[in-house]
């Protein structure tokens, strides 16, 4: 038996995660966040900012697939793509994956996390070495403020909307993104627990659709975030989204032009939700 442990410090969720530590191979702190880096037996490393798990090596690939692929493959040719936050580069990794994307531009504001993650996480950073990456070390919030009509996928991938990460969930953040983005472009961010963080979701979901003509939602199940039912708001200037817009060729673990369709929510349960007519 284990003696050792980890719990969580999630702020946003009811119950605390407990992860048996074998090892602890890193705890830092940068100019933004705690970082921290363990060993658990079941999960391999798991990457941990400010209290709160991030990703672990064993299930890493459900969430950073179905962040990447299914507004990559909405889309009908991604040549640049923008992803703000994602500094363990999972998401660049799948990103690089489509022949058609020419260039990913991948802004964190968080230097440390990017060389943590290529320190620790060798899998996951591997796409920081593609000559299409381009890394940038400044706030996601600003950044993409300096462009219009420039990126074919926006991609958010963020920490818990608390803290300097909360400005990624705003209306007038959606604002600049729809500018951002080309005529016929795509957007996607995590938003967190369909049970959980109903809130958040909601909000999400009725800023987006002030500012986007197509707004939708999709879920994962992912193991290791408090709730497990984890939803992704993704926007579209032009293009319906959930279906695939080309045929799907990258190799991954899970995605597929099957489960593109398949983590799209039922439209009955997707107005209850919005509605908040669905209540737990």
Known sequence: MMDVFFIERDPYAPLRHC??????????????????????????????????????????????EFISHIPL???????????IGGGDG??????????EVKRAVLVDIDKQVIEVSKSFFPTMSVAFEDPRAIVVNE??????????????????DSTDPVGFAHVLT???????????????????????SIHYHPDIVRRVQKSLKKVFPIVDLYTAVIPGYA??????????KKHP?????REVSVQTKLYSADMHRHAFLPESFYQKLISGEYQV
Request: charged share 25%.
């Open 19 to 64: 992860y048996p530590v074998s090892k602890i191979l890193y705890e830092g702190k940068s100019e933004y966040q705690e970082i921290m880096v363990i060993e658990s037996p079941h999960f391999g490393r798991v990457l941990i900012l400010d209290g709160v798990a991030q990703c672990d090596e064993k299930f890493e690939f459900i969430y950073h």
């Open 241 to 245: 989204v959930r279906n695939p817009s």
């Open 139 to 156: 706030d996601g919030y600003k950044y993409v403020q300096d462009y219009e009509q420039e990126f074919d996928v926006i991609i958010v």
């Open 90 to 99: 999972g998401a660049l990794r799948e990103v690089l994956k489509h022949k």
């Open 227 to 236: 709730g497990y039912w984890w939803s992704f708001s993704i926007a579209s």
């Open 170 to 192: 705003t209306e007038e953040f959606f604002r600049y993104v729809f500018r951002a983005l080309k005529e016929d472009g795509v957007y996607v961010g995590q938003t967190e």
């Open 73 to 83: 493959y909405a889309h009908p040719n991604p040549e640049n793509v923008l992803i």
